[in-house]
């Protein structure tokens, strides 16, 4: 089976996901918000666990883009395993939901950063479950030129992302703050230019293989 | 006409259905809610509707990949056919959140459960009426390759597939939990890998069609 | 400017559209909902909108499908208009939610579908209009292989098709259930296979044309 | 890596982001509405909005479309820019539903203007950003075909578009209304025909490249 509707129907899943991301977004009822500027700010927790969270499915989005890339074709597992990854990240809109009403709450705010926290580590375990089927168990279905060397290096270094977010998860149980800082850090990390593996094997590939 | 924009529009609806799905999932209100982690455990069926209806969407959607690719062209028929599967398809988010609301009510749940139940039936219908149009009435829309006792065979597999969702819907007369308990089960079984009769025909057909 | 982006994006808000439909069907909150089922069936007028706008934007949809095969390439003025007839294709879902929620009220039925006609209506317009820019005006981003006499029957068709949506936006102001019947008819109209202009003048193309 | 995803992501989500804006539009309860024309009426900023944003967005999305074109493959700044770009199209439904509610009220419409005005700027910004990455940091990204002089000139008129925002959002010090008009007259500048430069660019620049 071609990858080729896989790649189509993953681009619109993780399409809708990172824009419903932004219907949370607070609209305050101007009968009981004499300064908007004012409650706005209030709910900062809102814009801040959207920007994290739509960087973070973007980055999932970018790495999705470089696996598929090695990719020729998928078998069934391949398909179920990116079903469970796209169920992780459509769960995501509901974890930032959470987080943005609990985060500055008395009551119920480390609770919520720990099924945060826990959301980013299920889709990184999505991402990575998929990896280690194409790159380690089924490695037919790559398109050549990858040295066993390599896909070990992409392996250990997907392994490597899932640290942070079970950090993150557990820190919940001491600070809110603290896990959904982790989170933010790493968002920020990967969003600098050329730090991700993913793409940089990818433009190595790019020297190798056929263009197309 | 060309197949091309049938993939990419029934690509996008089924993105988005899939996605919407967890639009229903529950944020609770924080001033009523002393404990997060228990109210959210007592909307259990709200994340258990969410799991079924999403990997059975997923599926569909496979098999409506194997499906398009075995065909060559579209004819006008085929594409209301489609139209009607995927308006089958955009009623599941309302039928997940009704079964979600009402699967631990002491009213009401065994109406929404038939409700569900009938609405994963509409949607194996749908699709079985494609590939019956496609495989039994109009086979010059097939791409070749596919001798009469396969077509018969996936049309057969395609039809046992029905039975199990008319059960549920039947069920639900008894308990609204036997008939979800039918639906989930149902999903997993297709979740396994190597189970679906569609894609091993598919695999089948590779050997014989030539790549693209 | 080639068209393979036009559609994609078409196909995108059309999808989303067609699906946020399924968004306004009536979830009642169970403590005020002792019959579920006869609470769902008063709010018959939703789901008999959602089935209407779904065909009728899914018909859209084939026509606009068909449409763009028969163009090379888009002008700026092309693009502006397919833009126009996006966003009145967008207004479909609200007016759909309005004329659900007024059909049986006994204030606001006949101006709630009033809105509702004429938000087809537009939609129609929105269509010819780009049929009309790219048949008539401006004839050279055709594919070639259209005779001036199928291109004014196409056109004259698609006018023809104005009609109904300008007798069911007037209609509304005798009865609000007059209004809505002409547009269930015109979408069960469209709904029988081979009944659609566009799609025979497809059919007939396609026996001129190269594949591709 | 190329632009293939990148287009099909990219589309995916400005489908969205464009058609949830109509989620917005509002649906009046019908027993506390009387007169259904008057009401609407009075909500007319909900629609005002919506128009704007919609053919903003719409125009960003053709601008989008024309610069891709010129790109033969992206590098990861491309796509982090590209991802800034698109998570600041995904606010604008968020502020276009801020200035629909304040607009018309005696608190917050002037700060509710500023918020849109400034939407529309950063999203203004991010294409610039790409833009210039593409056309004067990264130049070997390009396909060819494009002097020194016309990225120049491309990249000016894109600096040109940012003050119209820049002035809109400044402007709502003054007034809101005022700060809507100039947002409004900016999206009836782009709507006409023939007046974005960077449609006429790509137009030229299809006489030199090759078909494809």
Not at 30 to 39: D, G, Q
Not at 163 to 178: K, R
């Amino acid at each position: 089976m071609p990858k080729t509707r896989v790649e189509a129907f993953s681009d619109g899943v993780m399409a809708v996901a990172i824009t419903l991301l932004a219907l949370d977004l607070p609209i305050p009822d101007p009968a009981s918000t004499p300064h908007l500027a004012h409650t706005l700010a209030k709910q900062w927790p809102s814009f801040a666990a959207f920007a994290v969270s739509f960087m973070t499915i973007g980055v999932v989005w970018i790495n999705h883009h470089a696996m598929l890339r090695r990719i020729g074709r998928v078998d069934y597992a391949t398909l179920m395993l990116n079903l469970l990854l796209l169920l992780f990240i459509c769960l995501v809109p509901f974890s930032t939901a959470l987080l943005a009403r609990y985060l500055t709450e008395s009551h119920g705010a480390q609770f919520a950063a720990a099924i945060y926290g826990a959301s980013l580590l299920l889709m990184s375990c999505g991402f990575y479950a998929i990896q280690r089927h194409v790159l380690s168990t089924r490695t037919e279905l790559l398109r050549g030129g990858m040295s066993p060397e390599l896909r070990a290096q992409v392996l250990r270094r997907n392994r490597a992302g899932l640290f942070p977010y079970a950090i993150a998860t557990a820190a919940a149980a001491l600070s809110a703050y603290l896990s959904y800082g982790i989170c933010l850090a790493v968002a920020v990390y990967y969003a600098i230019p050329r730090t991700t593996s993913d793409v940089m094997d990818d433009d190595l590939a790019e020297q190798h293989d056929p263009p197309g």
